[in-house]
């Protein structure tokens, strides 16, 4: 027995080392600074005075946390909304398997493969106001031309239609997944008791699709939660913080001041977590009463 569990601990030590070293410290860290007092020189020197929770009062009544928050949940909503509705019905498509579907799904994976400081970068030369493809597509039909990522109006509309087309691949490959898991008799049976189509999505796909879609929408809304590099390339959460989510505040606030503020920084991070927890909770939850 004695020799089982040192094989055990054997295979189970790099797992433990891996999340203390990669997950518990940063947390760990994190926590600390949002609990300090931090300058540069205190952040190098490791004497930051303690706080207490000073950093997140600052937070909370910083009068750019509320526009922060808004535009965090807006983007995360309206990002997985249309993420999982063109995966799902990309998924279904797909699913019939015609000539060239496995070609065409395997196309529809590049934009989840691509680095995103790539796709980030090509969404800002499509949506440039003077030389994007946007635009001139807008000009030869006769419509105005948009200032995409200059307007304070357009801005967060811009970042939103950039994610989600990088987002749609992972929903597709999900969804997808979980429709051939559902057993071919099942649609059949449905069929012969006189369902339609559409019927037979609603009434039968749809709900044993629900494990699946759960867990997707739970990782697609973590993701979102924390997207930081698309908006920076593209808006830097400009202009006048028209598409600034938490994230890029937490970055603006911990390296992009001349002063910077790490402890105000960390506590907007720890917020995120809070956020993202929130909902995982919810989703086990559910789980457990399913």
Not at 166 to 176: D, E, T
Request: proline share 6%.
């Amino acid at each position: 027995m004695s020799r089982q569990r040192w094989t055990a601990g054997a295979f189970l030590a790099p797992v433990l080392v891996y999340l203390i070293a990669f997950y518990a410290y940063p947390l760990y860290r994190n926590l600390d600074l949002s609990l300090r007092h931090y300058t540069v020189r205190s952040f190098v020197r490791g004497d930051a005075p303690f706080s207490g929770l000073d950093n997140y009062r600052t937070v909370f009544a910083d009068p750019a946390f509320g526009p922060a928050l808004l535009h965090t949940m807006v983007f995360t909503l309206v990002s997985i909304a249309f993420q999982f509705a063109a995966g799902l019905a990309l998924a279904v498509f797909f699913a019939q398997n015609f000539t060239l579907s496995a070609t065409l799904r395997a196309l529809f994976l590049v934009p989840w493969l691509l680095p995103l400081i790539v796709s980030a970068s090509t969404w800002s030369w499509m949506l440039n106001s003077d030389s994007g493809v946007v635009n001139f597509l807008l000009r030869s039909v006769g419509a105005e031309p948009v200032n995409w990522l200059t307007s304070p109006d357009w801005a967060l509309t811009s970042v939103i239609i950039a994610n989600v087309w990088i987002g749609i691949p992972f929903n597709l490959v999900l969804l997808y997944s979980g429709l051939q898991a559902i057993p071919g008799e099942v649609h059949e049976a449905a069929a012969i008791d006189g369902a339609n189509g559409w019927q037979r999505f609603w009434r039968v796909t749809f709900p044993l699709l629900r494990p699946v879609s759960a867990i997707t929408l739970l990782l697609g809304l973590v993701y979102t939660l924390k997207v930081f590099d698309i908006i920076w390339i593209m808006t830097r959460g400009g202009p006048t913080d028209a598409s600034s989510t938490l994230a890029t505040w937490s970055y603006r606030l911990s390296f992009g001041n001349l002063l910077p503020e790490f402890g105000p920084g960390a506590a907007v991070g720890n917020l995120l977590i809070i956020i993202a927890l929130f909902f995982g909770l919810i989703y086990i939850r559910r789980q457990r009463r399913g």
